[in-house]
Structures are given as structure tokens and as C-alpha cells.
């Protein structure tokens, strides 16, 4: 990421409850379209999802949340 000009990263682990599909398909879109993501990876164990996020600094990492 750093070389792209984006000197901060984090890997967003998500936890769901009580979603419907639909609710669920919704949310993975909004996942995928965000400026910020990189990917979205199913995951196993304590969580459900993982995401990796990237941004140029501080203000613009905490609009992903």
C-alpha cells in the first residue's frame, strides 16, 4: 500500500449476527464497491468476515467505518 500512496492499512475482522440474505448481500456489496477496500475474504473461527482497508491518512480511514 505504501507504495501506492497509502501509507495506512488495516485488516477489518467482522463478526454478523442475526442477518438475513439479504442483509448479507447488501453488506458484502457495500464491502466491495468502497474506495477504501481491497478485497473481502470469508473467514473462519471467531469471525465472520475479514477486510483488508487502505487510506491516505487518518480522516479518510475512519470513513470506512
Not at 6 to 15: E, F, G
Not at 17 to 42: M, R, W
Request: hydrophobic share 35%; aromatic share 12%; glycine share 4%.
Amino acid at each position: 500500500p505504501r507504495k501506492i500512496v497509502y501509507p495506512l492499512s488495516a485488516d477489518i475482522k467482522i463478526k454478523l449476527k442475526e442477518i438475513d440474505q439479504e442483509s448479507y448481500e447488501k453488506f458484502i456489496s457495500f464491502l466491495v464497491k468502497h474506495p477504501n477496500g481491497i478485497a473481502v475474504f470469508s473467514a473462519s473461527g471467531d469471525y465472520d468476515l475479514t477486510t483488508p482497508i487502505i487510506a491516505k491518512d487518518y480522516i479518510n480511514s475512519t470513513r470506512y467505518v
